[in-house]
């Protein structure tokens, strides 16, 4: 069911792990985060039978490790997380199996390259795929088997059901750089349910969204969202690029600023001392600019960007329920 390079599994099998202990004492986000998982499953085949083999594998490794400090209630506390996550990771699959496929066949019907690493796909998927702007997508190419990469879905819903993807060829990256560099119109990929919960809210507040790099792709799907609400309120969009040539979609961007005034769209720069233009990192842009402690907050790009733009906010007193991140993983 899986690679033969296991790395970003056993990557993703122990952060799900991590996160169902630390959320064990809030049961509706877990719940969540497991109908997700559980559906997301679907596309590697998985059925009930899998989780009972796996967790006997799981609980007799962490015996097995765990040597003196095991005992009879550390084991029945596993055994009924395991059985808990288990049940509702299945319940959800079995739910999603009578209104959804496990995964799509999307053909790729645009492909251009914007930057010299950086492209953007069109697909349309060969059934409908309803998601929520700010979700993302796994995707499968026929270059690399098995291997899934997730990338978020870049527009609002649209009639004839097409989607785009913001993808960066990362150096070792195998999905992002077949997706970049050897994908062409008329290839098909597959791509498993729309999953992630960074969605806009209905505060009727004015928004920042701070993008890094290509992490502008789900909050040009939140602005497009804004936009199609009829609601008017104030966008302010920063998006961030190391040098010029990566600001990859300002054609587009502009043009969403010219039919929809409410909105600004401000480039800033942070590798080229020579752009004639904003420049300096995100989160040091984003305090100097304005202050932001009435907004709705969306945030997305590398990890490190991301963290440090949302300690400032913190910092300047934005409560966290107003700031919208998502925790995606990337290529690697
Ligand atoms: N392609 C997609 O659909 C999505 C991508 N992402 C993530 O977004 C990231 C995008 O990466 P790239 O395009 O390569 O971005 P990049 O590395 O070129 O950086 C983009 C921007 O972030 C700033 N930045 C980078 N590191 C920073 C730091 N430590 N502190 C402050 N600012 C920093 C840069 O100055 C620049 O303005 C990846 O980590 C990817 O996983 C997230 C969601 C969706």
Redesign the pocket.
């Known amino acids: 069911m899986f690679p033969p390079a296991m790395d970003v599994q056993r990557d993703r099998l122990f952060g799900a792990l991590t996160r169902i202990v630390w959320m064990l004492d809030s049961p509706g986000s877990l719940g969540g985060y497991l109908g997700q998982l559980g559906r997301d499953h679907r596309k590697y085949g998985i059925v009930a039978e899998h989780y009972t083999a796996v967790g006997n594998a799981l609980i007799a490794t962490i015996r097995r490790f765990a040597a003196e400090a095991w005992n009879t209630e550390i084991e029945a506390a596993w055994v009924a997380a395991y059985t808990a996550a288990a049940d509702l990771m299945i319940g959800s699959a079995d739910a999603d199996a009578g209104v959804s496929p496990a995964w799509w066949l999307a053909e790729v019907i645009d492909h251009e390259l914007r930057a010299p690493d950086i492209a953007v796909l069109t697909l349309r998927p060969g059934q409908r795929l309803d998601f929520t702007p700010g979700q ?1 997508v796994s995707v499968q190419t026929a270059r690399w088997p098995r291997v899934w990469r997730t ?2 879905i ?1 527009n609002a819903p649209r009639a004839d059901n097409t989607i785009k ?4 060829a990362l150096p070792g990256g195998w999905v992002s750089t077949a997706l970049a560099r050897h994908t062409r119109i008329g290839d098909q990929l597959l791509l498993g349910p729309p999953v992630g919960t960074m969605a806009l809210t209905d505060s009727g507040r004015d928004i920042l969204c701070v993008a ?4 502008l ?2 909050l040009k799907a939140i602005v497009e969202q804004v936009i199609a609400s009829g609601r008017r309120p104030g966008v302010h969009l920063l998006v ?3 040098k010029a040539v ?1 600001l990859y979609d300002m054609a587009d961007l502009v043009r969403m600023e010219s039919g929809f005034p409410w909105l600004r769209v401000l480039p ?1 720069v ?2 080229e001392p020579a752009y004639d233009g904003m420049r300096g ?3 040091d842009v984003m305090e100097r600019f304005h202050s932001w402690a009435e907004h709705e907050v969306y945030v ?6 991301v963290n ?1 733009t949302v300690r400032r906010l913190q910092r300047a007193g934005i409560p966290p329920g107003r700031i919208h991140r998502d925790a ?1 993983q ?1 290529e690697s």
């Open positions: 993302y990338f978020s870049a993807l913001h993808v960066r890094g790099g290509t992490g792709a789900p961030g690029a190391r990566d800033v942070s590798e990192r995100l989160p997305c790009g590398p990890a490190s960007m440090e995606i990337g």
